[in-house]
């Protein structure tokens, strides 16, 4: 017997807004597959509002209310039986963030939660990680976001430590991180490594996904600090017109990717990596994966 249900996860991030589509397969005898069905992603990005001026602005509420309003058809149209939307570090240090929840609320009947950086990190873990994961190998896990990055020290398997670190790609962007959480960041990577012999580096979110498109490697295979130093290098001698006409970036890809490498490459320095492995997953994926095991909380569409 072979049953297929539809799950949705909305991502409001700091840079975009991501709906994912998936897939619930189920069939007696055989573990539970999860398949991507759909994929559309927004670039509104809050982050430039909040963190510059402390809320959304008019501009981008309309542009996110009628994101939710698209997503809310394309739910109706694929079928989508339950969903989770979450958002992330712009909503959440919004001064009109409840308001503006309140307001899709409102309008388009989707729930949004805000979370903390902690219950993002832990909803990434229900991902498919551990089928990337070597039991006896140690891992730092870095997940570099517009707002916020997350970081996690995986040994044999299991999480020790995890934090969350308000250094992100659209706040260095706009040059508000400050030089004290660069240092907090470094001694945390240091302390929380220092035991192990040998550590790698398993990095997601969009930039380090998009890198290791172009670097045309097969799946499980890692980029080497030496190779991601050297791509660093070379956007730096592009414009930003020019990441975009003669690399091919998309417009709002073709600025974040710069402090992005920034981010993976100061945690392989400071955890001593030589390699970093792209599982090519992130909170969307985790979040599907929450619904179906009940760990969160769902909706109904």
């Known amino acids: ?105 409102e309008q388009t009947d989707i729930k949004i939660d805000i979370i903390d950086g902690e219950e993002e990190a832990a909803i990434i873990a229900a991902t498919d990680l551990n089928s990337y994961i070597n039991p006896n190998k140690t891992y730092l896990y870095v997940d570099v976001g517009g707002g916020s990055s997350e970081f996690t020290v995986i040994h044999n398997g299991n999480s020790i430590t995890s934090r969350s670190f308000k250094i992100g790609t659209v706040r260095l962007l706009n040059d508000i991180v400050k030089s004290e959480t660069w240092n907090q960041l470094e001694d945390w990577i240091k302390l929380n490594t220092k035991d192990f012999e040998k550590i790698d580096v398993l990095g997601t979110g969009g930039n380090i996904n998009k890198i290791f498109k172009i670097s045309g490697k097969s799946i499980g295979k890692p980029l ?18 020019e990441r975009i006409s003669e690399l091919d970036l998309n417009q709002d890809r073709a600025d974040v990717i710069i402090p992005a490498c920034r981010i993976y490459l100061s945690a392989m320095k400071w955890s001593g990596a030589k390699d970093i492995f792209v599982p090519k997953i992130g909170l969307a994926d985790g979040i599907i994966k929450s619904i179906y095991f009940e760990t969160v909380s769902s909706n109904t569409q």
């Open 1 to 105: 017997m072979l049953t297929i249900k539809k799950y949705a996860a909305i991502d409001i991030g700091s840079n975009a807004v991501r709906l994912l589509i998936a897939n619930i397969i189920e069939e007696k005898g055989k573990v539970t597959r999860f398949k991507k069905s759909s994929l559309v992603r927004v670039p509104i990005r809050l982050g430039s509002d909040v963190f510059m001026k402390g809320k959304i602005s008019k501009y981008n509420s309309e542009r996110l209310l009628d994101t939710m309003q698209a997503f809310k058809l394309l739910m109706k149209s694929h079928n989508v039986v339950k969903y989770k939307a979450c958002a992330t570090s712009a909503m959440r240090e919004a001064s009109n963030g409840d308001k503006m929840t309140s307001s899709i609320l």
């Open 224 to 241: 080497t600090y030496f190779y991601l130093t050297s791509y660093y290098n070379m956007l730096q001698t592009y414009s930003y017109e």
